[in-house]
Structure formats: C-alpha cells, structure tokens
C-alpha cells in the first residue's frame, strides 16, 4: 500500500519521507516479524521498548519506521524512512485499519463488555444471529471462529494489527456480522480504536484487573469507550455502573433480572444441567430452555435477546438461538456426574464470578459444597482475600490451589487467599500442586459431594515461573477416576 494511504488520519509531529507514493508492504509491531519492506511501529511497553529494537527490524528489512514522540530521530535521519508521532499504539490501530481497507464499516459489528459473562454472551449472540441466517465471525478468550472454523486465540482481545487482519480475513470469507468480547486492557490500550461498532454490550462491572486500572473509576471509564464508539448500546440495568452508562445513555436497550428492562427473565428455575425462564421481550412472552446452567448465564441469555432485539431480530429466533447453544467450554462444564458426586469445571477468577458460581451450587447442590480454586499470579492481588471470603463463607469445604502461579510464588498467593478464608469458619485444606490437590478432592469426596473446580475452565495449561505444562482440567479428572478405578 503506498505511504499516502497507510498514513491517512495519522498524527505526523515529523518526519523525513518525500515521496509519498512509497510502497509498504505490510507491518509489524514486534521486529521479529519484520520482513522486507515492511512498516515496523515501535511501541514503549510494560516490559521492553520497542525502540530498542528498531536497528534488528531495518536488519530485517523494514522500510518505515514509526516512533514514539520522546524518541531522538537524528540517528535515523539517513537510515531509514521514518515517521514521529504523538502515541504509536493508537498509530498502529491507524495504520492497520487503512491497510486492511477497514473492514469493520462493510460488517455488523458487536462488541461486549464487562468484567464476567462476556465469552458466554458472544457464544449466545452468534448462535442467535446464524439462526437468523448470518454467517458470523467470533473473537474471544477461548478462541476465534470464522463461521465454523476455529482459530486460536492469544488474547481475549486482539492487537489492533492482529484484529484488524483477522476482520480483512473475516470478510474475505463473507462473514456478514462479528460478535467480540472487547476487554478493559483492549480498549485502554488502543486496540480497538478504529473498529466500527454497531453494538456495544455490557454485562456488568465488578472488582478484577485493578492491578493494571488502579481504581474501579479507571476501570470503568476503559469500558465507557466501548459506548462512546457504539452506535447502539446494551445495558444491565441491575448493575450499579451499568445503571451510569444509561444515565450518560438513556436512549440505551436496558435488560434486567431484578430492577426493570426493555428485555426481562421472569419465573427462574435452576437445575444442576439447565435453567428456565420467560423471556419477557416488548409485550411478548417466550419460555427457554437454557443448557448453560447458573443463575449468571440468565444474565448473559439477557444480554444476548437484548442485543438481538434491538437488530430487529423476533423473539422466536432469539429463542431458537439461546436454546441451541449446547455448552460452552468450561462455563458450568460438569465433567463427572456419578451416584457418588459431581463435579463441575467452572472459569470463575473474581469474586463476584465466584460469588455467584457459588449461589447457583447452592441452589443444585444435594449435599457438602466442595470448592477447589486460587488465585492468577501476576494479576490483581486485592482480590485474593475477598475471594478467600466468599468462598468460606459459600462452600462448606475449601481446597486451596494454584492457578497460574506465573512469576510469582504459589506460597504467596496462597497466603494472600488465606487473609479472606480464615476470617471465616470454614474447613480448608491448602494443597498448592493443583493435580493434587483436585485428586484429594475426589479421593476423599462424601455421599452427594458437588465438587467444583474453580478458576481455570477451558484453559488447557498451567503457567509456572519458568515453563508452561499443558494442564486441562477435563483430562485430569478422567486421569485421576482411571487411577482410583484400579
Ligand atoms: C498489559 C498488556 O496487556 N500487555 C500487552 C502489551 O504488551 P506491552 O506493550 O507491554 O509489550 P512489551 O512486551 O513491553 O513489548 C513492547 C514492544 O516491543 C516489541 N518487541 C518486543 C521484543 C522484541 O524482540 N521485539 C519487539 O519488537 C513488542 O512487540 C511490543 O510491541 O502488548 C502486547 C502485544 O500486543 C501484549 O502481548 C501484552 O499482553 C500481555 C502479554 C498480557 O498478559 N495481557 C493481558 C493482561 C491482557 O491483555 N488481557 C486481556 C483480557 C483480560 C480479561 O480477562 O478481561 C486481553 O484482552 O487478552
Ligand atoms: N453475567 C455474569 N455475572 C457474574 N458472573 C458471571 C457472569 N457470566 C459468567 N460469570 C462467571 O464468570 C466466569 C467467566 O465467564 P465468561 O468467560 O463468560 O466471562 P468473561 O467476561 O469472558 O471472562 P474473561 O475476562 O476472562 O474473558 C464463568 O465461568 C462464571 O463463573
Ligand atoms: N483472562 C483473565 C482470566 C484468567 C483466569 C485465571 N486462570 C488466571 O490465570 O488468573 C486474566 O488473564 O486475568
Ligand atoms: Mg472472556
């Protein structure tokens, strides 16, 4: 693509191009992409400097190279093409979104938010949205899907390199509408300023990531972009801050379970395999039938029908959409039920995730509440206690783990956990090794024990210091019942 083009809407403090008619062939933000003729845009990050990296990057052939405004450029004068500006990441989202021809303004595009629910809700929407004759794109935690083929997923939200490709490709395959799950770090890191949404989704804000947001207000002022950027708005009314979205909104399609809403779930009935509900939609009135249990997964059905809706889609659509999501990997996932126990893969990591996982045990559960879980090393700390509460205070036995120690020290995080837990009565065992920790649970499981396995659902690997094993909780607990069999 010639320079002229790639630049356009870029903030240009300086820089030494003279023909503009240059050509690019594509860029990278990590100079170990750099191919020949390549734009490479250096971005100061939290662990490195992509500035230090620019010499590597003409090594490898790059063209242009697009600086921070704090970067010297006198020794690249002669060098290289370069170009000064004012915030390199969002001049990567620029850069991309003209060189892939911004194909989110040729597609629907809907983006959810929130702290929980958000995969389970871009699951939701794309099933209601092909039942309605779509073909659609899915960006998210646990993967990326064109139509039906699957693409692995790095991130919950992509790079804005990364997602404006996956959108060219997205489009190449005639995908007509995409559904992403769009995260606080995404929108605070820029990347996803120059995508075009039609919707933007909230599902409700709780404590997480204060690590990376410092304060709730910062936090919420990151997911606030989503709508400021959207032409639509879907909103929980029940939640306290989605409650200040649609004061800053009101023209917003509320859904409420306890307060009132545009789309409501009335005569709730949980069961350990499903729940039911009316679905109370503009004077109409459908029963669904939802295979993805737990009382939080109404919330998300919610915003779905809510989202679907306000596209003009009728409710018997909605209906068929919700009840032919079958499962979703590791949401409420029970991976065993025999005469003796059940035990149930859940990706619960705050407390309110944890809090209402636990609410909804207790509703399915016949005897002891057992729960397995810990905490995310390099992640938001503060949440460890209180969901060291929460779980004394909701479990009747707690085993505490390991979940992604990354670089910290599992001891640590443990005791971090152990702050919250023991301010309660709970009874507790502390076995740091998680494949240990989940065979003594099923070990020493009692008559009608519901056992859930907290934290790490569809994620099949364990992140320690220094490697990463492959760790899916599926495979374990056959692994561990295969053993005590013999
Ligand atoms: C805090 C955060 O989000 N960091 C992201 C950020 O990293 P960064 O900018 O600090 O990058 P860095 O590692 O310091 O490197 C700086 C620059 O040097 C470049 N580089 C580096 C090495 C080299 O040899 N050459 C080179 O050019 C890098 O490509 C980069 O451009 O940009 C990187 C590139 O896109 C991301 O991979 C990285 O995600 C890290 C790994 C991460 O863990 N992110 C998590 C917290 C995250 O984003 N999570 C949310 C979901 C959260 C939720 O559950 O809600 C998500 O959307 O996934
Ligand atoms: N609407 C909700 N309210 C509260 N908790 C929820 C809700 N939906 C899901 N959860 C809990 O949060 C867990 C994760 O759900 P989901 O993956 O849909 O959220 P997410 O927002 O995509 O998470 P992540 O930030 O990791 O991408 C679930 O396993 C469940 O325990
Ligand atoms: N995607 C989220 C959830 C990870 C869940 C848990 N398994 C952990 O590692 O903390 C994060 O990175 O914060
Ligand atoms: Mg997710």
Known sequence: MKVNKLIKGLNIIETNIKNFDEDIKDIAYNSKNVKDGFAFVC????????????????KRGAKLIVVDEFFDTSKLKDKVLFIKTSNTRKALSIISANFFEHPSKDFLLIGVTGTNGKTSTTFMIKSILEQSGHKVGL????KNMIGQKEIEAKHTTPESYDLQKLFFEMKKENVDSVVMEVSSHSLDLHRVDDCDFDVGVFTNLTQDHLDFHGTMENYFA????????SKKRVVNNDDEWGRKIISIYPDSITYAKESSGDVMAKNIKLFVNKNQFDLCCKGQIQQITLNIPGIFSVYNALASAACAASLGIDLETIKKGLESVKAIPGRFEIVESNDKFTIVIDYAHTPDG?????????????GRKVLLFGCGGDRDRTKRPIMGEIAGKMADFVIVTSDNPRTEDPLKIIEDILVGLQKTNAEYVVIPDRFEAIKYAIKNAKENDFIVLAGKGHETYQILKDRTIHFDEREVVKSILEELKE
């Not at 500035?51 to 003409?58: Q, S, T």
């Not at 960006?139 to 646990?142: A, D, E, L, P, Y």
């Not at 990151?222 to 950027?229: R, Y």
Request: aromatic content about 8%; proline content about 0%.
């Open 43 to 58: 971005i100061k990050g939290f662990k490195t400097d992509g500035h230090e990296y620019i010499d590597e990057a003409i």
């Open 222 to 229: 990151a997911k606030l972009k989503l709508f400021k950027m």
């Open 354 to 366: 944890l809090l209402n996982l636990m609410k909804t045990v207790d509703e399915v559960a016949k």
């Open 139 to 142: 960006i998210g935690t646990v």
